[in-house]
């Protein structure tokens, strides 16, 4: 063997020791870790001949690039929806890329990540209250995940019009409906050939990114000659709206539609018996998103997508890899391979099924408890304050605020509250209004961590 790889091996212990003693610098002490880094400069590193070995390059990354890497799964970082990781999902994590299976998985074929993958589908299922209606599968995160249930979708409507799209391409009668869709929504109906013109806005309620049921009835009823697809939100990124599910549900049996359920990070509301009515009805949806890197606190990398069964033939005719015969006949057994649109994948539900069995649903249900509480305190602050006013009721684990001294000053406060590294907040639109949000996800953050913020809100404001 080459030598460079024999004394890799031979050391394997002590690279990974420096490996471990890295990890716990950075998750020991990410409370103090910076949320943000405004330079990031980096020296370019060149190719060498030689290599420098896997100690050699820790070496190099920690001088250079490690200090640069923010506390994003940290208590205080509050932009998007960034969840963190668990101690559980971080060994799954590990795991996955030491056992390196690939998850093309026809099931019981070569390797058990299918079916562990499986398992997992129908532990997530048990969290969440879903019965056992639906077949699912690990995706990159929800984009990729509303990208397959959207593609099966299409597949459906197509057959609705006499077409086989996969084999013949779209025919462009398709319509898809949504009244606040998330913007990954409008992405995968564009890299789906639907084409984003195609997407046809429902009014939302008075206030709300709710849908307004009167003009999706209307909007149904305009449409009825073409198929129909609706993207429904549970848990919109800026308020945490939901669509009222049961009421879009009971409107399907009077006008046939696909309903794609985007529950991102929502879904997991389902975790609290006080919040689960937020999702009556979602366990009729034809396809479903759930984000894992999100509210259950996994590493990046980490979705899934949740297809009826009743759909398997229309979900294998949109994905099959039957054309490269030497991986077998799809309707002989079930295989990831002709059910997601990726083939060879990593074993991209461990850090899942250890997470599910080492918190059970105690440990995500006091997860989810713990964002609103803290969404709730920092709520409350802004309502009370001087300086900041809510933009819309805490619902769940959002708060979008803004200055009351206007708009103009918002960009200035956020970019310097950010610069400060204590706590990180992203603007967003709010019906065409700039805001702020703060996301409540990650289950380190503490009642202190709201104060810290507080503390650095107010000292930027002073100064403002
Ligand atoms: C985050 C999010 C997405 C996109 O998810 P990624 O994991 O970033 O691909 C889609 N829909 C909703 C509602 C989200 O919150």
Redesign the pocket.
């Given at each position: 063997m080459f030598e460079l790889f024999e004394n890799e091996l031979n050391n394997l212990k002590p690279i990974l020791d420096q490996v471990t003693s890295t990890s716990l610098d950075f998750l020991e002490n990410i409370a103090e870790k910076p949320t943000y880094i405004a330079d990031q400069t980096v020296i370019p590193t060149r190719l060498s001949n030689a290599g420098i070995g896997t100690a050699g390059s820790l070496e190099v990354f920690r001088k250079h690039y490690e200090k640069l890497m923010v506390a994003s799964p940290g208590p205080r970082y509050w932009g998007f929806?960034t969840g963190g990781a668990t101690p559980a999902a971080v060994a799954g994590d590990w795991l996955t890329a030491i056992y390196d299976q690939n998850t093309q998985g026809t099931q019981g074929a070569g390797d058990v990540s299918a079916i562990l993958e499986r398992d997992t589908i129908r532990l997530l299922c048990q969290l969440l209250h879903l019965p056992e209606d639906f077949d699912g599968g690990f995706v990159t995160?929800?984009?990729?995940s509303?990208f397959t249930g959207l593609a099966v979708a299409r597949q459906w409507g197509g057959e609705r019009s006499g077409r086989d799209v996969s084999r013949e391409g779209v025919s462009g009668d398709l319509v898809v409906m949504a009244a606040t869709p998330?913007s990954?929504v409008i992405k995968s109906v564009g890299m789906l050939g639907i084409g984003s013109n195609n997407v046809v806005r429902i009014q939302v309620l008075e206030g709300r990114e709710a849908m307004d049921l009167a003009d999706f009835e209307q909007k149904l009823i305009k449409h009825q000659h073409r198929p129909i697809v609706v993207n429904c939100?549970a848990?919109t990124?800026n308020t945490v709206d939901f669509d009222d599910i049961k009421a879009i549900v009971a409107l399907k049996q009077k006008y046939p539609f696909w309903l794609h359920i985007?529950a991102?990070?929502g879904g997991f509301a389902a975790c609290l018996p006080s919040q689960r009515h937020l999702l009556a009805g979602w366990e009729q949806a034809d396809s479903i998103?759930i984000?894992c890197?999100?509210w259950m606190n996994v590493p990046y990398d980490s979705?899934v997508s949740l297809v009826r069964k009743e759909h398997s033939r229309l979900q294998v005719s949109t994905f099959q890899n039957s054309n490269a015969p030497y991986l077998g006949d799809p309707s002989e057994n079930f295989s990831y391979l002709n059910f997601l649109p990726e083939n060879s994948r990593r074993f991209r539900a461990l850090p899942a099924w250890f997470s599910l069995t080492a918190y059970g649903r105690d440990g995500f249900a006091w997860i989810v408890q713990n964002s609103i509480d803290r969404a709730q305190e920092f709520g409350a602050y802004i309502q009370s304050s001087e300086y900041f006013e809510l933009l819309a009721p805490v619902l769940l684990n959002v708060v979008c605020f803004r200055l009351k001294s206007g708009c103009e000053r918002m960009a200035v406060f956020l970019d310097r509250l950010n610069r400060r590294g204590k706590v990180f907040m992203t603007p967003t639109l709010l019906s065409g209004e700039p805001a702020i949000r703060a996301a409540f996800v990650n289950y380190r953050t503490e009642k202190e961590d709201i104060l810290i913020a507080i503390r650095e809100m107010e000292e930027v404001m002073r100064m403002l």
């Open positions: 929806v995160g929800a984009t990729m509303n998330h990954s939100s848990g990124v985007d991102a990070f998103t984000d890197h999100k979705a």
